[in-house]
C-alpha cells in the first residue's frame, strides 16, 4: 500500500535535523538550540527550526518530501479534488493532518503534513474506498487552506448563523421582538396624554422615574466597589485554605509555582483587525513581548476580505511562524464577533483570549490565566466542590495615553474604576460578569459549548458574560493589564460609546425576553447585576439629562413659573445628583489613584461632564436600537504616532 520505507516511517529528530543541516538550511548552532527547546517544551523539531533560524515554511517541507519520498505538492496551486472533499464532514474534521488530493483507478493520492505511516493510509483507503494509497508532501498551511476553500458555506454558517439558528433565544439577530419595540412608543405616548391631562403630575412622575434609574445604578456601582475590601480578605481565607490543603498533599504554594515550559498547553490568540494596516508591526511587536514559548503559541490574526489595505500590510510584515494570516469571507454581519467565531473553527488551542490590534499585554498574562483555572480546578475538586466551573477570566483594561488630552484622562478613570474597582468587587458576588471586549481568555472547549460570541450583538462581550452564568459557568478576573489606546477625539469616542451603549440595550432585549430562564438560572444575584449593571447603565445616561434638568425646573422653575413640587422630590432629587455623583467621583478617583496618581485621578472631579456626553451617546445608541440594531461603529486604532511606548504624550 505504501513503500516500505514509509510504512515503518519514524523518523527521529536527529536524522530531519541533519537533513537540513546537510542542505545548508541551519547551523549546528541553530540545530542545537532547536533540539534543547524541544527537549524543554516539548513538540516537533521542524517547529522550532522554523522559530530558531527564521526557516521558511516551504523550505522544511521540501526536504522533508525527500526524506520521505513523497513529492511535494501546493494546494492552493492545484487544490483537492471537490468530489473527494465533499466526502468528508466538516464537523468531524477538527485540525486534519492530510486531505484526500487525487484518485484514479482504485489509487488515492494523500497530500499529508505529517510523516507518511500506514495507519494514514489504512484510514484514507477505508474512507475513500481505495485499493491503493500513494502519498504526497504538503505544509500545514496548505491544508488549512484548502479547508477554507472547500468548507467556506460551513465555515460562513458557524461564524454567522450558527448561534441564530440552534439558540434563536440567546441571539440578537432579531435586536428587538414587536412587543419590545412598540414599548418605548407606548411609554413616549403614554407621557405625553399625562403632560395634557395634568402637565404637573407628569413633570412629578417623570423627574421621580429619572432619579430612581439614576440612583439605582449609581449606587450598585458605588457598592460594587466597596465590596473589594472585603473580598481581598475573603480571597486572602481562600488563599490559606488552599495552601493548607497543598501542604497536607505535599505540593508547595500556588504562589511559588511557574509551571514548566513543558507542561504548557497551546495557548491560541486571536486578534480581529479591520482597516489597521498601520499597526500590524505594532501589534507583532506587542505579541512578541509575551512570557510563554513561542511553539506553544497560536496566533491567529483575523482579516476582513475585503480588507486589501490590511492584507497586503499583514503579509508584508512576514510574521513568524506562530502567526497565521486569516481572511475572513465576505458575509454579514461585517462584525467583530463574527470574524472572532471563524478564527475559533481554527483555534488549536486549550484555551484561547482575544486582543485587539494596539493591546499591549502584561508579558505574564497568558500564565497567570492559565494559574487562575488550575487554581480553580484544585478548589472546586478539594475545597467547594459545589462551585461552578470557570469558563472565562478577565484581565483589567487600561489606556496607555491616559495623560494625553482631558478626554483620554476621564476615559481612563472611566476603565480603572471598572476593572480595578467594581468587577473585582462583583467576583466572587454570584452576580454575572459583563466581559471587556478584549484579553478574555477562554477554555475553547467550553466557549464553543456555549455559543461563542453572537455576531448580531455589537457588544458581544457582556452579552457572553451573562450566556455563560446562565450556561451554569462562572467568570473571574485576573490581576493583570493590557493597554490599549483610548480614545482622544471627542467625534471617535460618541461613537464607540454608541455601540456599547446599544449593546448593553441589545443585551437587555435578548435577555428580557427569557426572563424567568435567566432568574432560575443566576438567582436573586444575577437578577440584581442585571437590573443595575446591564439594564441600569443605558436607562442611567439616558436618564441623566432629566437628572440635571431637575435642578433647573427646582431652582429655576419655581421663578419662572411658579412650579412647586412635592418636599420627596426635590430631596431625593438632591440625593439623586448631588450624593449619586460626588460618590461616583470619589470611587473613581480613589481607584484612579491607586493606579495613576492624583495628576489622573483629580480629573475625577469632571465626571458630571463626563456623563453629559456618555447621555449623548446614549440617546444615539436608543435611536439606533429602532433603525440599525446592528451597524458597527468601527473604532479608528493608531491614530496618535507620536505617542511613546513609554506611555507620555510627546505631541
Known sequence: MTPASLVKGQFNRQSIGQTLLA??????EQLQRALDRAAIEGGLLGRHLILEAGLDRRRIYEVLARQWDAPLVDLVAEPPADELMEQLIFSELAEPQWLPWRSEDGVLTVATAVVPSAAIAEEAAAKFGATDVVFRTTTDWDINQSI?????????????????????????????????????????????????????????????????VFLISIGFKTLASLRRP????????????????????????????RIPDSELPVYTILV?????????????????????????????????????????????????????????????????????????TFARGEYVVIYDAEDRPDPGQLRASIAAFKRDEFEREHLNPGRKPLICVQAALNY????????????????????????????NSGIPLPLGGTSNHFVTALLKEVGAWDPWNVTEDAD???????????????????????????????????????????????????????????????TVGFLGLILGTPLAFLAYPLVVGFTVVTYIGYDIVGLVLPGWLLAGGVVSMLFGNAMMIIVSGVATFRRHGWRIAIFALLNPFYWVLHSVAAWRAAWQMLTSPHKWEKTPHGLEAEYHDDGHWVG
Not at 450558527?162 to 414599548?183: C, H, K, N, V
Open 23 to 28: 542542505a545548508g538550511l541551519v547551523t549546528p
Open 148 to 212: 477554507q476553500r472547500s468548507f467556506r458555506r460551513h465555515l460562513l454558517y458557524e461564524s454567522a448563523e450558527r448561534l441564530a439558528e440552534e439558540r434563536p433565544g440567546d441571539s440578537a439577530r432579531i435586536a428587538l421582538t414587536p412587543w419590545q419595540r412598540y414599548l418605548p412608543v407606548v411609554l413616549v405616548a403614554a407621557i405625553m396624554v399625562g403632560f395634557v391631562i395634568s402637565p404637573l403630575t407628569a413633570v412629578i412622575v417623570l423627574l421621580a422615574a429619572a432619579n430612581i
Open 230 to 257: 472585603f473580598d481581598k480578605l475573603h480571597e486572602a481565607a481562600v488563599v490559606r485554605a488552599r495552601n493548607k490543603e497543598r501542604a497536607r498533599r505535599g505540593l508547595p504554594p500556588v504562589a511559588d509555582e
Open 272 to 344: 480581529p483587525v479591520f482597516r489597521e494596516a498601520n499597526i500590524i508591526d505594532k501589534l507583532l511587536t506587542n505579541l512578541g513581548q509575551l512570557d510563554y514559548p513561542r511553539s506553544k503559541l497560536d496566533v491567529l490574526v483575523l482579516l476582513e476580505e475585503d480588507d486589501a489595505e490590511t492584507i497586503a500590510a499583514a503579509k508584508a510584515s512576514r510574521p513568524p511562524e506562530y502567526v497565521r494570516i486569516l481572511i475572513v469571507p465576505r458575509g454579514e454581519p461585517q462584525t467583530k464577533p463574527r470574524a472572532c467565531n471563524y478564527g475559533l
Open 400 to 427: 496607555f495615553n491616559a495623560d494625553q488630552n482631558v478626554l483620554t484622562r476621564l476615559f481612563t478613570i472611566e476603565y480603572t474604576h471598572w476593572f480595578d474597582s467594581m468587577l473585582p468587587g462583583l467576583d
Open 464 to 526: 457572553l458574560g451573562l450566556r455563560a452564568a446562565v450556561d451554569g459557568y462562572r467568570v473571574g478576573v485576573i490581576d493583570s493589564t493590557t493597554w490599549e489606546e483610548a480614545c482622544s477625539q471627542v467625534p471617535a469616542w460618541i461613537k464607540q460609546r454608541t455601540r456599547w451603549i446599544k449593546g448593553y440595550m441589545i443585551t437587555s432585549a435578548v435577555n428580557t425576553r427569557n426572563s424567568l430562564r435567566y432568574i432560575k438560572s443566576t438567582g436573586v444575584a444575577g
